[in-house]
């Protein structure tokens, strides 16, 4: 069984990727950190709490991460008109937001642990004995303070695998995506690391969207699990439809679940093409993912996932959710 650390951000998609990650039984969670992005991290921390109390998980430990990026001084004023543009004052306001906090489900008693992700990762990193691979589904300040503090733990990093990027598609500035504007620094520092990284962007989510009757699909396995997730989706729909309308009516990308899925299924992403990427760090192009087309000169840095095998998605999804009952009985 192949052991993950998750670092997230939880809102909707993280959720929907502890589920899977859990719920799948092909997969050893070792640990879930919290990060500053869609959530402040420590909300983040006890949206993950409670999802791993509806799945009766709550041995998985949780660790509070980062509260505020690498080097962006002006983070919270920038993240604020961010907020402005694209959410705006609806009467529905709390319904059309991609990420809220889930006070809807039932609280966890176990509470995050008492030393920072940080201190995790380097104390788990030097002892362990097998590599093993990151999950990263929010900015990737964690993980790149960790290089930073001790550069050495990239051999013992199987693989760490990033829902972050756009290489034609944007969606929190003309040029950036979410995790990597919030602290493009970390993501550089992480792709070029040389740690073996893959980039789940935006191209490939897009790609693997789900619709509002497989939302209902989902739901009608008839427990709480699939209930929860069906909810996450439709929330993301509505979110979608306002914001950023995708190519099929009702429906939305679950970003974070397709970046999870690529370690139950390798072939749910095509197209994966080994590149050379950097990072913009000003301007227009903060936080923007450069891709050099060139054929010479760069050497390969990381491994990107330009599109997505749909069906594959839905149905590994749909699949994972329809077990669920028996997966935690």
């Known amino acids: ?26 997969l050893e969670v070792e640990a879930i950190c919290s990060v500053e992005g869609s959530r402040p991290a420590e909300n983040a921390a006890d949206n993950t709490l409670r999802v791993l109390h509806l799945l009766n998980r709550e ?10 990026p690498m080097v962006k ?26 990420h809220i906090d889930f006070d809807y489900l039932e609280p966890s008693e176990a509470g995050y642990q008492n030393i920072t992700a940080l201190e995790f990762y380097l104390d788990y990193l030097r002892r362990s004995e097998e590599k093993v691979t990151i999950v990263a589904t929010g900015p990737l300040t964690n993980i790149g303070m960790l290089l930073r503090a001790e550069p050495r733990v990239v051999d013992r990093i199987e693989e760490i695998v990033v829902m972050g990027g756009g290489y034609d598609i944007s969606n929190v500035s003309s040029s ?23 980039l789940v962007p935006l191209d490939a989510t897009h790609k693997a969207y789900i619709t ?8 009608k396995t008839g427990n709480d699990i699939a209930a929860f997730a069906a909810k996450l989706i439709r929330q993301r729909i509505l979110a979608h439809n306002i914001s950023q309308p995708l190519e099929e009516p009702e429906s939305a990308a679950i970003h974070d679940a397709l970046a999870l899925c690529y370690l139950l299924d390798p072939e749910v992403l095509r ?3 080994e590149v050379h990427c950097e990072i913009g760090l000003r301007d227009f192009s903060d936080g923007q993912t450069i891709i050099d087309p060139r054929y010479y000169d760069e050497q390969h840095n990381c491994r990107f996932a330009f599109s997505a095998d749909r069906k594959r998605f839905i149905d590994l999804v749909t699949e994972t959710f329809r077990k669920s009952a028996e997966v935690i009985s």
Not at 176 to 194: K, L
Not at 213 to 218: H, L, N
């Open 271 to 273: 197209d994966v093409r």
């Open 176 to 198: 950036a995506e979410a995790n990597f504007w919030r602290d493009p620094e970390a993501a550089s520092i992480v792709i070029n690391s040389g740690c073996n990284v893959l």
């Open 73 to 98: 001084s002006i983070y919270k004023d920038r993240l604020n008109i961010w907020e402005e543009r694209y959410r705006p004052e609806y009467p529905i306001r709390e319904r059309v937001r991609f």
């Open 1 to 26: 069984m192949k052991k993950i650390i998750m670092d997230v951000d939880t809102g909707s998609d993280d959720a929907l990727a502890i589920m899977l990650a859990i719920l799948s039984k092909k």
């Open 59 to 68: 041995d998985i430990p949780v660790y509070k991460g980062c509260t505020a």
């Open 212 to 219: 509002a009757a497989e939302a209902d699909v989902i739901e």
